[in-house]
């Protein structure tokens, strides 16, 4: 298959899943558009860290079956980085294959953190289309990109460490070099049902978060993500992301409305309605009964945590947090990382602006815990 010329990559996206949809070549899940295609056959190759897609369940299988120790990012990035898979004692091949599966993955992993010193060998990663010169195009989010890059922050990887991508014969593509960013990922070799090719892809893959890519939406979803901000900040590195002096519509009116705890809804109040806007305010509960304000306001300085405003609710053994912009509040969350005032762990959390009342009749703008 030959793209056409002046091609985007969302045009190679959608020529190669139109290809696959018209031909029967993809399995379970159908459509393939919007996904890494899982093709029928296909050769695998063992591997340490492999991506959480269907398609690469058979590498997770080998991977596994060879007793080595298998990598899965977790989905998303929504709780952290890897999950190391680890099968119960005298596993056979078919629970192997169960562990292999994304339910496996949740059922036997354990979470691998950022001091972990883990030294990945060889990734393995989803594409929809890649040419034979190493450019790779994924299905648009950009995680297997963020993933290697987070890898790269935290020293799991080095420019040496071989990336593999496992594709269909029909996937393989010319793509135009001035299709590629700085921050995307390239591969060294490319398995098909067959051939294997080796790239000899000589560009620089990607040497850490390129944070001005990033965006306060992506921070706020992403734990991990935050982690790694606070520590190359603290590192002395630049670290503003793409939309941290943006206005926030309608965020400074909402503080604002913060008055008295009669104006604030309870932490029952269940899912919300409305349009959400990035929050620039934390919530810290589960405080001691007999907790002072004065007490939380040293601690949270012992932190670096400290707020420009506090709101607090002793009675309801909680307190709202505010911040100037929502990457300082994120960067308190990740500070206040296991935080205990007295004897309690306080629940900490990124607070939520409801645009609109809701079912639970709270007041357009005031913060709520973010479920």
Same mark, same amino acid.
């Given at each position: 298959?030959?793209?056409?010329?002046?091609?985007?990559?969302?045009?190679?996206?959608?020529?190669?899943?139109?290809?696959?949809?018209?031909?029967?070549?993809?399995?379970?899940?159908?459509?393939?558009?919007?996904?890494?295609?899982?093709?029928?056959?296909?050769?695998?190759?063992?591997?340490?860290?492999?991506n959480p897609d269907a398609p690469q369940k058979n590498a997770r299988f080998f991977v596994l079956n060879s007793k080595k120790t298998? %990598?899965? =990012? $977790?989905?998303?990035?929504? /709780? *952290?980085?890897?999950?190391?898979?680890?099968?119960?004692?005298?596993?056979? !091949?078919?629970?192997?294959?169960?562990?292999?599966?994304?339910?496996?993955?949740?059922?036997?992993?354990?979470?691998?953190?950022?001091?972990?010193?883990?030294?990945?060998?060889?990734?393995?990663?989803?594409?929809?289309?890649?040419?034979?010169?190493?450019?790779?195009?994924?299905?648009?989010?950009?995680?297997?990109?963020?993933?290697?890059?987070?890898?790269?922050?935290?020293?799991?990887?080095?420019?040496?460490?071989?990336?593999?991508?496992?594709?269909?014969?029909?996937?393989?593509?010319?793509?135009?070099?001035?299709?590629?960013?700085?921050?995307?990922?390239?591969?060294?070799?490319? %398995?098909? =049902? $067959?051939?294997?090719?080796? /790239? *000899?892809?000589?560009?620089?893959?990607?040497?850490?978060?390129?944070?001005? !890519?990033?965006?306060?939406?992506?921070?706020?979803?992403?734990?991990?993500?935050?982690?790694?901000?606070?520590?190359?900040?603290?590192?002395?590195?630049?670290?503003?992301?793409?939309?941290?002096?943006?206005?926030?519509?309608?965020?400074?009116?909402?503080?604002?409305?913060?008055?008295?705890?009669?104006?604030?809804?309870?932490?029952?109040?269940?899912?919300?309605?409305?349009?959400?806007?990035?929050?620039?305010?934390?919530?810290?509960?589960?405080?001691?009964?007999?907790?002072r304000v004065s007490e939380l306001k040293r601690a949270l300085s012992a932190r670096g945590a400290a707020p420009s405003r506090l709101?607090?609710?002793?009675?309801?053994?909680?307190?709202?947090?505010?911040?100037?912009?929502?990457?300082?509040?994120?960067?308190?969350?990740?500070?206040?990382?296991?935080?205990?005032?007295?004897?309690?762990?306080?629940?900490?959390?990124?607070?939520?602006?409801?645009?609109?009342?809701?079912?639970?009749?709270?007041?357009?703008?005031?913060?709520?815990?973010?479920?």
């Amino acid at each position: 298959m030959e793209p056409r010329a002046g091609v985007s990559k969302q045009d190679i996206r959608e020529q190669i899943w139109d290809y696959m949809e018209a031909q029967n070549l993809a399995d379970f899940p159908r459509p393939v558009h919007h996904r890494i295609p899982n093709f029928k056959a296909f050769k695998m190759a063992r591997t340490i860290k492999v991506n959480p897609d269907a398609p690469q369940k058979n590498a997770r299988f080998f991977v596994l079956n060879s007793k080595k120790t298998l %990598l899965v =990012p $977790t989905p998303r990035l929504r /709780t *952290g980085l890897f999950n190391k898979i680890t099968p119960p004692p005298g596993a056979t !091949k078919d629970i192997l294959r169960k562990c292999a599966t994304s339910q496996g993955v949740r059922n036997y992993s354990t979470p691998v953190g950022l001091d972990s010193r883990v030294l990945v060998d060889l990734v393995v990663v989803g594409s929809v289309a890649v040419s034979e010169k190493g450019w790779r195009i994924g299905k648009g989010e950009g995680y297997a990109d963020l993933e290697y890059a987070m890898m790269v922050s935290m020293g799991a990887v080095s420019q040496g460490t071989p990336v593999v991508t496992i594709v269909h014969d029909c996937q393989v593509v010319d793509i135009p070099e001035t299709l590629l960013e700085d921050h995307d990922l390239t591969v060294d070799y490319i %398995l098909t =049902p $067959t051939r294997a090719i080796t /790239t *000899g892809c000589e560009r620089p893959k990607p040497t850490g978060i390129v944070w001005p !890519k990033i965006s306060c939406e992506m921070m706020g979803k992403m734990p991990v993500l935050r982690s790694l901000h606070c520590r190359e900040e603290q590192a002395g590195k630049d670290v503003t992301l793409r939309d941290k002096h943006r206005s926030l519509p309608g965020a400074r009116a909402a503080l604002s409305t913060v008055r008295s705890p009669r104006e604030l809804p309870s932490l029952e109040s269940g899912s919300l309605q409305g349009d959400d806007v990035p929050s620039s305010t934390v919530y810290v509960g589960n405080l001691p009964r007999d907790a002072r304000v004065s007490e939380l306001k040293r601690a949270l300085s012992a932190r670096g945590a400290a707020p420009s405003r506090l709101t607090w609710q002793g009675p309801q053994r909680r307190a709202f947090l505010h911040y100037r912009d929502p990457a300082k509040a994120w960067q308190a969350i990740s500070r206040l990382q296991g935080f205990c005032l007295g004897t309690n762990t306080a629940r900490v959390a990124l607070a939520r602006h409801q645009g609109a009342s809701g079912p639970a009749g709270g007041r357009a703008g005031e913060p709520h815990p973010d479920p």
